[in-house]
Structure formats: structure tokens, C-alpha cells
């Protein structure tokens, strides 16, 4: 079966929604799919067309970038060339041209919605923009047979899926499940990287810096624990320099001054190194706090590697503890639960600490690729019965 998938940003870029994909292409590579990806060339040293893993990826150009967005002149007509050769177009929401594409291949369309969009910056340009995409993915939902999201949990509390909430099936992220036994690096790699002592206290976060995030939040809970612990640490890993819609890494290096021996900002790392970091910390922390933030990936593999997770009660992001009992849920933009919250997490053990097997059976991770393919057969049973009546 061919399938075909189309989303702005794919790897090497990293997002929540460029590794969804990749896992997603990758694992549906492994069953015998053949997969193509269609995507933006957002960086020019990228090629523009390779196959990585198994996984076919053509870039087309980028005209023009539109906040956090790219205008691609020749991206629909790309997905209609090779969509008709596809048995399933597999779009990536939020995505502007989700209703063209629809109406081109109203049989052939899945959707999978990410999340929710919020563009930078202020103004009816901004607010245009936004009304027309959301019309886009609107129409898509509506036309399609099927919409996947992460969690129902997020699907109804969302400005799109909300209202079309009988299309919705919920599907868990393609989180991948190794041997976690296994440690590629040593246990002293990020010790020895951070300067931290030993056996201080770390707290983690791990995502891209952006104002979603909440990182700030978290540097402002981090002051509240150091009044009452010495030896404890801040570690926020993620890029800053290659991030569509831009960082906010220059406005927290305000936060930094004289903390600069606490907190450590390390960039992007690599799966090896995100592996060690997971080890690493104490725990995990998701302060996000804005709709963006769909399910948050790396709390679960957070807890997949013994790791307790601190997560903002948002819809999607507070699914993961909630069901595990691996950790807390605090208000969201509240510095003084978030660092109550961490403290009760470090130091008082108030958590269930479950095993790699028991995450995978309560959040359901190895259902993902098996759902798809459920999906794919009945649009294509589906399908094929209509050309049979209309024969």
C-alpha cells in the first residue's frame, strides 16, 4: 500500500509534529507501507529529495515564510502528482492547504491533527491568517472519513475538534519502545557536561524554547526551590537556533543572571544524548501553557526510563500522568504549584514509579501503527465499494 504524507516541517527539523511523523513513517516502512513524504525545503543545504530510513522525503521550495508557517507554491500540486498514484494521503494538521488538498482527494484524505494553531505577533494580519487556516482544516475534518488525535481528552477541548467530535479516533503518538535497559552513554556524561555535583538534585525539561513552553514559569519555581535547597539544578535541553517562529532564548538569558551555576541551557541533543539526559534528571518537567502542546512525547519517554514527570493540567499534556500515576498535574502559569509540585516529586517520593512494561499497556504505545492500519483498510474497503455501486 502506498502512502503518501504531507506536513510543513520533517527531519531534520525536531518538533512534536516532525517526530510523530518520522516514527509514524518509519514504523509504517518496517510493515511493508511504502511511504513518501512531502514537506518544505525550510533549510536550502537540506536535499530535495532523499530516502532516510526507508522513508522517501521530497522537499519543495519555500517562497515565502508566513510566521510560523512556509508558503510552498508547488507543495499542493506535489501531493496531487504523486496522491494519485497513493492509496492514502496522509495529511499533518495545522496545515493551511488541508481543504484544497481534501477536495482534490476527498476518498483518499486521513487527517491526523496535531494541535491547535496560535501564530506570533499581534494584528488583523495575524488574526486573518489564522481564521483562513482554521477554516482550511476545518473543511478537511469535515470532509474526511477520518480524524486521528492523541487523546480524546485534547480532541474535545480543541477550537476544530470539538465540533466534530464523531470524526475523532483516538490514537496514542508512535512513541518508540526499545531495550531501555540498554544505555548507550555513560551514566557520568552529563554530570561531567553540566558541572553538576553527583548527587545533587536535577530538574529537567526537554522541548524546544518557545513561549508555549512555559519555560519562564519553570525558572521562576526553580527561584522558590533554591530558598529552601542548595544542591539542587536546573538542566533545559532543546534547540534554540534552527526554530520556525523563532526562540525565546535571548528573553530568558535575562533569567540567567547569577544563576548561571544552576542552570544549564545544553541546545539540541542527539538520541543518544536524550537518553543519558532522561537518566540523568530527577525529573521531567512540562510547564506548558499554551494549546500548542498537544500530548507532550517526552514525558513518556521520560517515564519509560524510570523518570517522574511534572506536567501542566492541560488537556492532552495531563493524560500521561494522570493514567500512570507518574508524577503531578499543576495549574498551568502557576510558578508556586509548579515548584510545590517538584518538591513533593524529588524529595517526598509522592508518585507510583511503574515499570516500562506497565507505561506501554496504560498508554496503549503499541497500538499506534495498528490503528493506522485499521484506518487504512476501512478507507479502502470503503472506497472500493463506491466505485463497485457506481460501476
Not at 496545515?95 to 476527498?106: C, D, G, K, N, Y
Not at 541551557?265 to 538520541?271: A, C, E, K, N, V
Not at 544524548?273 to 502542546?293: H, N
Request: glycine share 6%; charged share 25%; hydrophobic share 40%.
Amino acid at each position: 500500500m502506498r502512502i503518501v504524507m504531507g506536513l510543513y516541517y520533517y527531519f531534520p527539523y525536531v518538533s512534536g509534529l516532525s517526530v510523530y511523523t518520522k516514527h509514524l513513517a518509519e514504523a509504517l516502512v518496517e510493515n511493508g507501507y511504502e511511504v513518501t513524504v512531502i514537506t518544505s525545503c525550510y533549510d536550502r543545504s537540506l536535499d530535495k529529495e532523499q530516502t532516510m530510513n526507508g522513508v522517501r522525503v521530497i522537499r519543495v521550495p519555500v517562497l515565502l515564510r508566513l510566521n510560523k508557517g512556509v508558503l510552498m507554491p508547488t507543495f499542493v500540486p506535489m501531493l496531487y502528482q504523486h496522491g494519485k498514484k497513493a492509496d492514502i494521503l496522509l495529511l499533518h494538521l495545522p496545515l493551511a492547504e488541508a481543504s484544497v488538498i481534501t477536495r482534490l482527494f476527498p476518498r483518499k484524505v486521513l487527517i491526523n491533527y496535531i494541535c491547535d494553531i496560535r501564530l506570533n505577533g499581534r494584528g488583523i494580519g495575524k488574526t486573518l491568517l489564522e481564521y483562513l487556516a482554521y477554516q482550511s482544516m476545518k473543511y478537511a475534518i469535515k470532509t474526511s472519513a477520518y480524524t486521528v488525535a492523541m487523546s480524546f481528552d485534547y480532541a474535545a477541548n480543541s477550537k476544530v475538534l470539538a465540533y466534530y467530535l464523531e470524526k475523532v479516533v483516538p490514537v496514542p503518538p508512535p512513541i518508540k519502545i526499545t531495550n531501555f535497559s540498554q544505555k548507550p552513554m555513560s551514566d557520568e556524561y552529563f554530570s561531567q557536561r553540566t558541572n553538576i555535583p553527583k548527587h545533587a538534585k536535577v530538574i529537567g525539561f526537554l522541548g524546544r524554547i518557545v513561549y508555549e513552553k512555559g519555560i519562564d514559569f519553570l525558572i521562576h519555581a526553580f527561584d522558590d526551590l533554591r530558598k529552601k535547597h542548595d544542591n539542587i539544578y536546573l538542566v533545559i535541553a532543546g534547540d534554540y537556533t534552527n526554530v520556525m517562529g523563532g526562540s525565546i532564548k535571548y528573553v530568558l538569558n535575562h533569567f540567567l543572571e547569577g544563576r548561571e551555576e544552576q542552570i544549564c541551557f545544553t541546545g539540541r541533543l542527539t538520541d543518544d544524548e536524550v537518553d543519558a539526559f532522561y537518566r540523568f534528571i530527577d525529573v521531567l518537567v512540562l510547564p506548558s501553557i499554551d494549546p500548542l502542546e498537544a500530548y507532550g512525547m517526552v514525558q513518556v519517554e521520560a517515564m519509560l526510563r524510570g523518570t517522574p514527570v511534572v506536567a501542566s493540567d492541560m488537556p492532552g499534556v495531563r493524560m500521561a500522568v494522570q493514567v500512570t500515576k507518574m508524577g503531578k498535574i499543576v495549574p498551568r502559569k502557576d510558578p508556586h504549584a509548579l515548584a510545590s509540585a517538584i518538591e513533593q516529586v524529588i524529595y517526598n517520593k509522592e508518585y507510583t514509579l511503574q515499570s516500562p512494561e506497565e507505561i506501554v499497556r496504560l498508554l496503549e504505545l503499541g497500538t499506534t501503527v495498528e490503528k493506522y492500519e485499521c484506518l487504512f483498510r476501512k478507507m479502502r474497503q470503503s472506497r472500493n465499494r463506491e466505485e463497485r455501486e457506481s460501476a
